[in-house]
Structures are given as structure tokens and as C-alpha cells.
T-cell receptor, first 117, second 109 residues
Framework: EAGVTQFPSHSVIEKGQTVTLRCDPI?????LYWYRRVMGKEIKFLLH????????ESGMPNNRFLAERTGGTYSTLKVQPAELEDSGVYFC???????????????FGPGTRLTVL | GQNIDQPTEMTATEGAIVQINCTYQ??????LFWYQQHAGEAPTFLSY????GLEEKGRFSSFLSRSKGYSYLLLKELQMKDSASYLC??????????FGAGTTVTVRA
């Protein structure tokens, strides 16, 4: 079974440009999460989708960030316009519904390393 | 808010035992996870505790005391491949994870 995949693995852009990150969750996982780790800090929650609906977006830093999950499969996270402080590693994770897993653990992708110059 | 503390670094010798402590103060609690992360790779699930006590999985064990807001991950018979970052994460009532900053474990020959 394929794990969570993310694209691209690295992105280097200039301040003011737009970047779109993509996450493909494990097939059949209704829950999809975005997290971010900025340099030297802990991984922090951004938002949570259940299927195509945003369940919790309390961690989104500001309105320059837009996440979508049309059709309830893959998700995109767009940053527009990017600022220097947006640099970091963006992780995506997915999990089954509660009844489908003993732990309902979140499976993480390898992350996208975003550098804003 | 969420506050999760764990040591920044630990070093141990191959074959030894290392214990990584994690203390937490969170607004909700629906389980505590330990993840392992090698550089440049995805965090991978190691263990889960939601009730007090010890959970053992091979060379790795994890302990939880909810009243003390405390957990530890015990790595036994250390191998070189165990050199990695170990992340303590608390799941809140809404299922999102709050992470500690991670503990980098270096295993020396």
C-alpha cells in the first residue's frame, strides 16, 4: 500500500511569488491534515479535512494560505504571496475514520521543504 | 495553549538503553504518540498510549501517566539505525496533534 506522498519535495521561490503544495493521502483515508515545521521549532498543526470539508483550520497563519481538497482525495496548500517567514517544511498526514483503526494514528508524508528568498 | 517539553539531544552507546522523557500541558487529551523521524524523511509511528501504564513493542516501550502529564519512550538494545529524532505528540479532543520539538538521539559505536 502506498504511503502519503507530497509534491514537490523541495521548492525555492522568491518573496511575493505563489507556491502550491500537493498531498496525496493513503487511499481510503477520510482525514487529511497539514502541519508545518519552521526552522528550530516544533511541528505545528495548520488544518484538518474530513473528506472535502474543512473540520478545523485554526492553525492557518493568515489569509495568504489557502487549502483545498476538492473531491475528498488529494489536497493542495497554496501560499500567495509567499513571505520569508513561510519557509519551513510542510507535512501532510492522513488517517482512517476512528472506527477503522485501533489507534487512528496519522501517517505522515515526507514533507515539502519550502524556501522563500 | 499546548506545551510539550522533551530534551533536545541524547547520546548513547550501541547496545545500551535510552529513556526519552516528555511532559505535557494541553487543553485536551485523546492519547499520546511517539514518532521516529530520520533526517529528510516522514515521521513514522512508534507507539500510542491513552491509558496509564506501559506499552511494549519489541525494543521500544512507552509509558504514560495522565495525572502527572508525563510520558517516556524507552529504547532498548540500541542500534546504529536508531539514530533519529523522536517526537512526542499529544492528540487533542479534535484529533489534531501537538508536537514537542523533538529529541535527537545519537547512537555511538
Amino acid at each position: 500500500e502506498a504511503g502519503v506522498t507530497q509534491f514537490p519535495s523541495h521548492s525555492v521561490i522568491e518573496k511575493g511569488q505563489t507556491v502550491t503544495l500537493r498531498c496525496d493521502p493513503i487511499s481510503g483515508h477520510d482525514n487529511l491534515y497539514w502541519y508545518r515545521r519552521v526552522m528550530g521549532k516544533e511541528i505545528k498543526f495548520l488544518l484538518h479535512f474530513v473528506k472535502e470539508s474543512k473540520q478545523d483550520e485554526s492553525g492557518m497563519p493568515n489569509n495568504r494560505f489557502l487549502a483545498e481538497r476538492t473531491g475528498g482525495t488529494y489536497s493542495t496548500l497554496k501560499v500567495q504571496p509567499a513571505e520569508l517567514e513561510d519557509s519551513g517544511v510542510y507535512f501532510c498526514a492522513s488517517s482512517q475514520e476512528t472506527s477503522g483503526s485501533l489507534y487512528n494514528e496519522q501517517f505522515f508524508g515526507p514533507g515539502t521543504r519550502l524556501t522563500v528568498l | 495553549g499546548q506545551n510539550i517539553d522533551q530534551p533536545t539531544e541524547m547520546t548513547a552507546t550501541e547496545g545500551a538503553i535510552v529513556q526519552i522523557n516528555c511532559t505535557y500541558q494541553t487543553s485536551g487529551f485523546n492519547g499520546l504518540f511517539w514518532y521516529q523521524q530520520h533526517a529528510g524523511e516522514a515521521p513514522t509511528f512508534l507507539s500510542y498510549n491513552v491509558l496509564d501504564g506501559l506499552e511494549e513493542k519489541g525494543r521500544f516501550s512507552s509509558f504514560l501517566s495522565r495525572s502527572k502529564g508525563y510520558s517516556y519512550l524507552l529504547l532498548k538494545e540500541l542500534q546504529m539505525k536508531d539514530s533519529a529524532s523522536y517526537l512526542c505528540a499529544v492528540r487533542d479532543d479534535d484529533y489534531k496533534l501537538s508536537f514537542g520539538a523533538g529529541t535527537t538521539v545519537t547512537v555511538r559505536a
